[in-house]
């Protein structure tokens, strides 16, 4: 394991962080633990692999596809720590203090981790014809901090300060159409990314056929 992984930014490291905002958590019972967590399994093979990790990936809940990636050192810890993260995440979240060169690779991670792009097909009321588009989003426990994200992509990218939806007590949505999917697709998987889930990275050939 590369215990200094967190101590300086990369895009590896910025990308490794995003995701582990949207499917982490970290906890120093007995020893100091940062975990990962995935229904990608392969996905959590490549995390460990760009980390220099040789632990294995292992089933969560016995019978769920669900896998966990676990490392254990005290310096991976702190240095996450001293970037902001902290235990019981999901519901104080606070968007870390990310260089602008690297913002794009951590939105990207959490993006794969809490993020979503698929299809939608709808029929047009005025001229009743049915279309295809494509949408994404993002989802997050606290409000504050998705509501940081939609904030820096208004600026950073022009994206329409979209009005974020509720769904639960924790439950936020932000929510883009298929023109700014594409904009936002685009910045997050820039050619020659280190590293991106392949399921997701793929919709961007959806725009270069349309």
Same mark, same amino acid.
């Given at each position: ?65 669900? =896998?966990? /990636?676990?490392?254990? +050192? ?7 720590? !001293? @970037? $902001?993260?902290?235990? &019981? ?51 997050? =426990?606290? /409000?504050?901090?998705? +509501? ?7 600026? !950073? @990218? $022009?994206?329409?300060? &979209? ?48």
């Amino acid at each position: 394991l590369n215990e200094d992984f967190f101590s300086r930014w990369s895009a590896t490291q910025a990308y490794e962080q995003g995701f582990w905002y949207a499917d982490g958590y970290m906890r120093h019972e007995r020893s100091y633990r940062v975990l990962f967590f995935s229904n990608d399994r392969d996905h959590l093979a490549q995390i460990a692999s760009v980390m220099e990790s040789n632990s294995p990936i292992r089933t969560v809940v016995k019978g769920v596809n669900c =896998g966990g /990636l676990c490392l254990h +050192s005290k310096k991976l810890y702190s240095d996450l720590a !001293l @970037l $902001g993260g902290i235990r &019981r995440k999901s519901t104080s979240m606070k968007l870390p203090d990310i260089p602008p060169n690297y913002f794009r690779d951590f939105l990207r991670g959490y993006f794969d981790g809490d993020g979503s792009v698929h299809f939608i097909s709808y029929i047009a009321t005025k001229n009743h014809k049915r279309y295809t588009d494509i949408r994404s989003n993002f989802t997050s =426990g606290d /409000l504050s901090f998705i +509501s940081h994200i939609r904030d820096l992509l208004t600026n !950073l @990218l $022009g994206l329409y300060p &979209r009005v974020i939806g509720q769904f639960g007590p924790h439950q936020f949505k932000l929510g883009y159409a298929q023109k700014d999917t594409y904009t936002l697709m685009r910045y997050m998987y820039y050619p020659g990314n280190p590293i991106a889930l392949a399921r997701k990275e793929k919709y961007l050939a959806y725009f270069n056929v349309h």
